[in-house]
């Protein structure tokens, strides 16, 4: 298995410009979380879907993110405008399932290293 | 809302020394979960514990669930270098959504 896929590692943007970070889950797993780490405020969840459908996305910032998930196969977080405050570890990780069935543990992705000048 | 405190934030140990970090939860936990992530990397899975003073061993590693199952604590005897990391608790809150501790980095001198 390959794991949680994500691309690109590294993206370095300036201001204003369009950020879009993309995700490939583990193959079977239900559930799926954007997650970003920072120094300061540590792990942030930023939206968790499951079965394809976001549950809880209270975690985005603001307007400026969104994500989708359009398949079970793959997601995307997208940052329009970026801001330099946004420069983060950005990781996607997948579960089986989050039901209280003992799977909840969660597989994360190498994360992609953001920075907006 | 949960939350997760997780303390020391920071340890600095001798190679060699036990290691111990604590997790605390507001709410009673279904399950708690432990990561390690080393500098640079990412969270990886080490263990789950589910039932009421649970007790887990990994090799140098025991992972305890307190008997309330609101904390939990990670203990490493004789730490190496490859011990290096920041650790984290996680555990469910409402709708089974994880909820991580801010870690406990470990530093290991050689």
């Known amino acids: 298995d390959a794991g949680v896929i994500q691309s690109p590692r590294h993206e370095v943007t300036e201001m204003g410009q369009e950020v879009t970070l993309r995700c490939k889950p583990i193959s079977g797993h239900n559930s799926l979380f954007w997650y970003r780490q920072t120094m300061m405020r540590g792990l942030e969840l930023l939206i968790y879907f499951n079965n394809n459908v976001p549950i809880d996305d209270s975690g985005m910032p603001e307007d400026r993110f969104s994500a989708k998930m359009p398949n079970a196969s793959f997601s995307t977080l997208k940052i329009q405008p970026s801001e330099p405050r946004d420069s983060a570890v950005y990781f996607c990780?997948?579960?089986?399932?989050?039901?209280?069935?003992?799977?909840?543990?969660?597989?994360f992705g190498s994360g992609t290293q953001l920075s907006v000048l | 809302g949960q939350q997760v405190m997780q303390i020391p934030q920071y340890q600095h140990v001798q190679e060699g020394e036990d290691f111990t970090t604590y997790c605390n939860s507001s709410?009673?936990?279904?399950?708690i979960q432990w990561y390690k992530q080393r500098p640079g990397g990412h969270p990886v899975f080490l263990i789950q514990l589910v039932k009421s003073g649970e007790v887990k061993k990994q090799k140098r590693l025991t992972f305890q669930f307190g008997e309330a199952k609101k904390n939990s604590s990670l203990h490493i005897t004789a730490t190496q270098t490859t011990d290096v990391g920041t650790y984290f608790c996680e555990g469910p809150g409402g709708s089974y959504i994880p909820t991580f501790g801010r870690g406990t980095s470990l530093i290991v001198h050689p």
């Open positions: 990780a997948s579960s089986p399932g989050r039901t209280g069935g003992g799977e909840e543990k969660l597989f």
């Open positions: 709410t009673t936990l279904s399950n």
